[in-house]
């Protein structure tokens, strides 16, 4: 077996795919050959990065649509595999997060989290479905360490991402019969995402997160587009059920302290 992955003739989708990470998922594929499909909110971004994917001589195909609308998310779907075929490749990403406390937090700030990330990603993956190659596709969900590490200024986050990494391990089981696998990643620290400007906005905040990863730096994006193409490919065809941290080691010591830099986030005037 020819150690290699290629993806010409294969087709990949990417829910929340014109930006940070899963703008950098969805640009990895297209360097590999693939057909792929973008969603966002925003239909600018959406064109933009249908663009972006247009210049590497891929066939791309985007449309805006919201999450968290079923309806709309389906409506994509049924477009985007009109357009380009059956789907190989299915990366669920689309998140919300931002410091608060519990106390901080209004029901509303809490719900458009869970909202956003865990029902969210049910929208996506019951939606897209149908359209899944059968046996054969790979599911991916775009998780966060706040799915098994505890962290002050998170509890939404954590909630909708717990869920997250349930549903994947429940998902490998019960599409499994159809040759399905599903997967999760969990990016640590990501130079250059929104995420991680947000979670560490300042010089002193990203040298206290560079300290605590074991290999001494944040990650890019494409290292978790590295990871994505190995789980979509046939390299990884008995891989399932797996939530995969991609963070340098930084989930082995507790995130490094992040929890008392978001409490601090959260309570510092606005």
Request: proline share 4%.
């Amino acid at each position: 077996m020819a150690l290699e992955i290629d993806y010409q003739g294969k087709t990949v989708a990417v829910a929340g795919g014109t930006s940070g990470i899963n703008q950098g998922i969805a640009l990895g594929f297209a360097e590999l050959g693939a057909r792929v499909a973008v969603m966002s909110r925003k239909q600018d971004k959406v064109d933009a990065t249908v663009g972006l994917l247009e210049e590497q001589g891929v066939t791309a195909f985007g449309a805006a649509a919201d999450v968290r609308d079923f309806d709309a998310v389906a409506a994509f779907f049924e477009r985007a595999h009109a357009a380009l075929g059956v789907f190989d490749v299915l990366v669920s990403g689309a998140a919300g997060n931002f410091p608060a406390l519990v106390n901080g937090m209004s029901a509303n700030a809490f719900k458009s989290v869970i909202d956003i990330d865990l029902v969210g990603t049910f929208n996506v993956l019951r939606s897209a479905y149908p359209f899944l190659r059968k046996p054969g596709a790979s599911v991916i969900n775009i998780s966060a360490p706040q799915a098994f590490v505890p962290m002050q200024a998170q509890a939404h986050v954590c909630a909708a991402k717990a869920g997250v990494d349930m549903m994947t391990r429940c998902l490998a089981m019960e599409w499994g019969g159809d040759g399905i696998r599903v997967n999760s990643i969990v990016p640590g620290p990501i130079r250059g995402t929104e995420g991680m400007d947000r979670l560490a906005p300042s010089d002193a905040h990203r040298a206290r997160v560079n300290a605590a990863v074991p290999l001494g730096r944040m990650g890019e994006k494409s290292d978790i587009a590295h990871c994505a193409a190995f789980l979509g490919s046939p390299l990884a065809a008995y891989i399932s059920g797996v939530v995969l941290p991609v963070d340098g080691g930084w989930s082995t010591a507790g995130v490094g302290g992040l929890s008392d830099t978001l409490a601090q986030l959260a309570q510092a005037p606005r």
